[in-house]
C-alpha cells in the first residue's frame, strides 16, 4: 500500500512539475509577443499623424487670385517656375528632364518645393493625433496661425519610389531599397552555392580526421564571430586587397567619378556572404545529417554512384530545410549595419546605384543615419524606412515558406 502511495505522490510531483514548466513557457510566449508588439506600436506610432506645415512662400501670392496651387493649371505652373527659380537651378531641372515634357503633378511638385518651401514647423505621433486631436489643434492656432494641420502618412508610395533628398518632406528610401536588393543578391550568389557545397563536403565525403575536425570546429566559431569582424576582413581583402576588382577598374566598368575606390556594392555583397556562410555550412549539414541513412543505400544498392545518390536523393530530401536555414542566414545579412560601415556605406548619394561597382547605401544604414539627425521630421522618417525594411525581410521569409511547403508537398506526393 505504500508503494502505491508512494508512487501516487511520485505522479502528482511530476504532473505539478509539468503544470509549471509549461506556465512559464507560455507566460515566455506571452512576453515575446508583448515586446513585439510593442516595438510594431512604436514604430506604426511614428510613421503616421499630424504635422503642422508653414510654407515659406505664400502660395496666394503665386497664384492670380489668391487662389491655392491645386487648382493651378500647367501654364499657371511654367509661369510661376520660370519667374521663381534661379537661372542655375531651372537648367539642372530641365537637364533632368524638360519641362515642357512634364506632368502637372511634376510641374506642381517643383513649385511646392522649389519656391513655396513648406516646413515643417511642429510633428505630433499617431496616438497623439488619434486622442488629442482638440488640443494639437489649439496649439497650432496659437502659435502658428499661418499653418497647415494636415495627416501625414509618412510611409507612401512616393517614399518607396523617390530617391534620396536633403529634406526630410521630399526624401524616400528607392536609393536604399536598390542598395539594399543589390547587395542582398550578390550574398545570396555567392554564399548559397558555396555553402551547401562546402557542408556536402563536410558531411558526405570528409573523414574523421584531426584536419577536418579542426575546421568543423572553425566554423562553428566563426558563426559566433562579431560582424565588426567580418567588416575589417571585407576592408582588408575586398576593398583594399582586391580594388582593382571590387572597383571594376579592372575591367574598365567603373563610371568617372562615381567610384574612387573598392567601396562598392559588390565589396559590400562579398562581406556579408563570409558572414553568413558559416550559418549555412552548419545549417546544411544539419539538413543532410538528418536524411535517412536507408535511402542512401536504397540508393547504391540499385548501382547508383555516391555523387548521383547525393544530387537526386539526398539533397531533394534536405533541401526545404536547408532553404529555410539559409533565408533565415540571408534575413540577418539585410539588417546589418556594423560591417557595411567599415566596409564604406554611405549615408547619403545623389544617384541611385547603377551596377555591383556602383557606391551604395542600404536601409539599415539610412535608418541610422536618419535616427542621429536632430530634426524631429527624420524620426518619421526613419520610422516609416524601418516599415519598408521589415515588409521586406518578410516577403523573403514567406517566400521562403511558401517554397518550403511546396518542397514538403512534393516529397510527400511525389
Known amino acids: 500500500m505504500s508503494g502505491s502511495e ?5 505522479l502528482a510531483s511530476r504532473h505539478a512539475r509539468g503544470d509549471r514548466w509549461r506556465l512559464m513557457f507560455m507566460l515566455s510566449t506571452m512576453l515575446a509577443i508583448v515586446f513585439l508588439g510593442a516595438l510594431i506600436l512604436t514604430i506604426v506610432d ?34 510661376i517656375i520660370d519667374e521663381g527659380l534661379s537661372p542655375r537651378r531651372y537648367r539642372a531641372l530641365e537637364r533632368e528632364k524638360p519641362f515642357d515634357e512634364r506632368s502637372g503633378a511634376d510641374l506642381y511638385d517643383i513649385v511646392l518645393y522649389e519656391i513655396v518651401k513648406p516646413q515643417v514647423a511642429e510633428t505630433y505621433t499617431l496616438f497623439e493625433s488619434l486622442f488629442e486631436r482638440k488640443r494639437i489643434v489649439e496649439e497650432t492656432t496659437r502659435a502658428h496661425p499661418d499653418g497647415e494641420l494636415i495627416f ?23 536609393t536604399a531599397v536598390k542598395g539594399s536588393l543589390l547587395t542582398i543578391s550578390i550574398t545570396i550568389l555567392f554564399s548559397f552555392p558555396i555553402g551547401i557545397a562546402a557542408a556536402i563536403w563536410l558531411e558526405e565525403y570528409a573523414s574523421d580526421s584531426r584536419l577536418n575536425r579542426f575546421i568543423q570546429v572553425n566554423i562553428y566559431n566563426l558563426a559566433g564571430v562579431p560582424s565588426i569582424i567580418y567588416g575589417m576582413l571585407g576592408l582588408a581583402i575586398f576593398v583594399r586587397g582586391l580594388e582593382g576588382f571590387t572597383s571594376g577598374s579592372a575591367f574598365g566598368a567603373s563610371a568617372a567619378g562615381e567610384v574612387a575606390n573598392g567601396r562598392t556594392v559588390l565589396s559590400a555583397g562579398l562581406t556579408l556572404a563570409l558572414l553568413i556562410l558559416p550559418v549555412i555550412i552548419i545549417n546544411a ?19 547508383a554512384t555516391k555523387w548521383q545518390t547525393i544530387w537526386h536523393h539526398v539533397l531533394p530530401a534536405s533541401f526545404d530545410r536547408i532553404l529555410t536555414g539559409a533565408v533565415l542566414a540571408v ?15 554611405s549615408t547619403f548619394l545623389t544617384q541611385d546605384p547603377s551596377g555591383v561597382f556602383s557606391k551604395f547605401t542600404t536601409l539599415p544604414i539610412q535608418i541610422y543615419q536618419w535616427t542621429s539627425r536632430p530634426q524631429a521630421e527624420f524620426r518619421h522618417v526613419a520610422a516609416a524606412a524601418i516599415i519598408v525594411l521589415l515588409a521586406l525581410m518578410l516577403s523573403l521569409n514567406a517566400f521562403a515558406i511558401i517554397t518550403r511547403n511546396r518542397l514538403r508537398k512534393q516529397k510527400r506526393f511525389g
Open 6 to 10: 508512494d508512487f501516487a505522490a511520485n
Open 152 to 174: 501625414r502618412s509618412w510611409a507612401s508610395m512616393r517614399f518607396l519610389s523617390t530617391s534620396l533628398t536633403a529634406r526630410p518632406l521630399t526624401t524616400g528610401v528607392l
Open 331 to 345: 534575413s540577418r545579412a539585410i539588417g546589418e549595419t556594423a560591417p557595411l560601415v567599415v566596409v564604406g556605406a
Open 46 to 79: 511614428d510613421a503616421f499623424g499630424y504635422v503642422v506645415m508653414v510654407d515659406e512662400v505664400d502660395q496666394r501670392s503665386l497664384v492670380p487670385d489668391g487662389q491655392r496651387l491645386e487648382g493651378a493649371g500647367a501654364e499657371t505652373l511654367r509661369a
Open 285 to 303: 549539414q544539419e539538413a543532410i545529417r538528418a536524411v535517412s541513412g536507408s535511402l542512401r543505400q536504397s540508393s547504391l544498392a540499385v548501382g
